[in-house]
């Protein structure tokens, strides 16, 4: 239970607070994006959700904790290449105008996903000890 429970909480976050996020004027609907991104923005935010509900369907209804928490580390695994290479296509964590919020001096995007990243490596790690694997 504690792994379900790990992996939960991380699947919410990483499957629907980007919704709460970037559904506003600071991301899709931004009046300065060109239609194309936004499509993206669209895109990614849809495919975040569905892994997010099937990964609570694996978990809840399927009895499947590792391959919920596995699915959940591939689609936070793209927040970190993109954070990874940022350079190399002129990326930011956050516009120099926009909402930037840190935490201890670490970026609020980053600061999240890595508490995602953890949650979901203990789940994982308590969910495979305790199916015997």
């Not at 060109?34 to 975040?48: C, P, Q």
């Not at 996903?113 to 789940?123: A, D, H, K, R």
Request: contains cysteine.
């Amino acid at each position: 239970m504690p792994a379900r429970l790990l992996i939960t909480v991380a699947t919410l976050i990483y499957g629907f607070a980007p919704l709460q996020a970037d559904l506003n004027t600071t991301h899709v609907f931004h009046p300065e994006w060109t239609s194309h991104a936004r499509f993206h923005g669209v895109w990614l935010l849809s495919i975040l959700s569905s892994i997010a509900i099937l990964s609570l369907w694996l978990l809840w209804a399927g009895s499947r904790t590792i391959l919920a928490g596995v699915l959940g580390l591939c689609a936070v695994g793209g927040f970190w290449v993109a954070a990874a290479t940022r350079k190399m296509y002129g990326g930011a964590f956050a516009d120099a105008d926009g909402i930037n919020v840190a935490f201890f001096g670490v970026d609020g995007n980053a600061a999240t996903f890595t508490l995602v990243v953890i949650l979901l490596l203990v789940g994982i790690i308590l969910g495979a000890r305790s199916d015997g694997g």
